[in-house]
């Protein structure tokens, strides 16, 4: 909690908001990783793999890119940039590290598999606020997705069921972040990033669609 803390009191510093900006900021900058701690710490039995520690990594990035999200939204800082693109990049980069390092180190775990899912969730979320004040607001559609899953299924039982192991379904998610982190990107024109925006949350409309016709028909 220290480390996203320090790196967001630091970026806010950058730009020296007003007061209501700093507690916004530095708020949704601990948000996910205090959400990630406390499931931690409330896991039984309580061991900490080196997957978790990767994926802990990747969720003090994203509070990084939560602090950073305020302060555009807020205009304080440009929604374009290398330096914001290059940390969105590596939070991309360790999502694919923390599964291999969970395989290689035989300490796969649902619960570390259920906290990876989360950390990808709260992330692509992020990043599609983020994204929103150059494309336009759809483009929180593929942050959302995700989470109106999850609500449906309180409405709809059969939606609880587990998913059939898919390799496209991965395929699909990966493609949420490289078109995010395509908006970021100054040299990337817009209208590409945009284009390849629309791509994937039709990509990922479609997973999804599956997925509810795959689970209401076990059902």
């Known amino acids: 909690m220290l480390l996203p803390l ?18 916004l900021a530095l708020a949704a900058g601990l948000l996910v990783p205090g959400v990630a701690t ?13 997957a978790d520690a990767v994926t802990l990594g990747r969720v003090a990035l994203t509070g990084v890119v939560a602090t950073a999200t305020v302060l555009v939204l807020a205009g304080e800082l440009p929604g374009r940039g290398w330096a ?9 980069a ?10 290689r180190t035989g300490t796969a775990s649902q619960a570390g598999a259920r906290l990876d899912m989360e950390s990808d969730a709260a992330l692509l979320l992020v990043l599609s606020v983020l994204a929103g004040p150059t494309l336009g607001w759809w483009v929180i559609a593929i942050g959302a997705m995700r989470y109106l899953f999850v609500l449906a299924s309180w409405v709809r039982p059969a939606l609880r069921g587990p998913l059939a192991p898919r390799g496209w379904r991965r395929v699909v998610a ?9 908006v970021l990107v ?10 390849a925006c629309v791509v994937a949350v039709l990509l990922l409309a479609g997973s999804f669609v599956q997925d ?3 689970l209401e028909t076990r059902a």
């Open 174 to 182: 990966a493609l949420q972040g490289i078109a995010l982190v395509a």
């Open 84 to 92: 914001l693109a290059a940390v969105v990049g590596l939070a991309l």
């Open 38 to 50: 406390a499931a931690l710490l409330r896991r039984r039995p309580r061991p900490v793999t080196a």
């Open 186 to 195: 100054p040299v990337v024109p817009v209208a590409l990033a945009g284009a």
């Open 6 to 23: 320090g790196v967001c009191i630091g970026l806010v510093a950058l730009v020296w908001p007003s007061p209501g900006v700093t507690t």
């Open 94 to 103: 360790l999502d694919a590290a923390d599964g291999y390092v969970a395989r």
């Open 212 to 214: 509810v016709v795959d």
